[in-house]
């Protein structure tokens, strides 16, 4: 007779502390680089994670979990846009793309702040469905199935809406750069 060996136990899903305490900056910076206002954002954030907590049980705990959060605050972000249509703010400082490891001089960290801005002003030209594919990817350096699982959509729109974002945000950089007069 063969031996036979046991399955795997299904993976838990982590407890909603755990990924709040882990992922509430993300969830943050998620929601800031989708154009959430920041006087909003608090309230998005709270939003995102009473969706996870409903929605906990429905998660795959083999899969990514930044990418299921992604797609909630897409949602959050996508609903908040379309309660302030009428007042959208623009990114700023606290965008989260990263802060320099040491004390740099006067001269970098104003070019940090200039390329902050830049591509926080190319963001805003994004219209939420590409922006939120934009930034998974790009910044946020997800894979196009983990975008697509996480949003609900067909890889191939992931891809096409990634290869329009792309360059829509680099002609957006290449105008913004011209008005301002810079290289």
């Known amino acids: 007779m063969g031996v036979m060996h046991a399955s795997p136990a299904p993976a838990e899903p982590p407890d909603l502390h755990q990924i709040y305490a882990a992922h509430v900056g993300h969830v943050w910076r998620t929601l800031r ?59 700023g400082d606290d965008v989260g793309l990263g802060e320099p490891a040491a004390q740099p001089d006067p001269e970098q960290l104003l070019a940090a702040r200039q390329a902050r801005d830049l591509v926080a002003q190319a963001l805003d030209t994004l219209d939420l469905d590409r922006r939120v594919v934009f930034v998974m990817a790009d910044i946020d350096q997800a894979s196009g199935p983990e975008i697509a699982a996480a949003l609900g959509l067909p890889l191939n729109t992931v891809y096409s809406r990634l290869r329009v974002a792309r360059e829509r945000f680099a002609a957006a950089v290449r105008r913004i750069r011209l008005t301002e007069g810079a290289p």
């Open 33 to 91: 680089r989708l154009g959430v206002a920041a006087r909003d954002l608090e309230d998005a954030t709270h939003e995102v994670f009473v969706v996870v907590h409903r929605r906990l049980p429905d998660f795959d705990p083999e899969r990514p979990i930044k990418p299921w959060l992604t797609g909630i605050a897409w949602r959050v972000a996508a609903d908040e846009r379309r309660r302030a249509r009428h007042h959208r703010e623009r990114l």
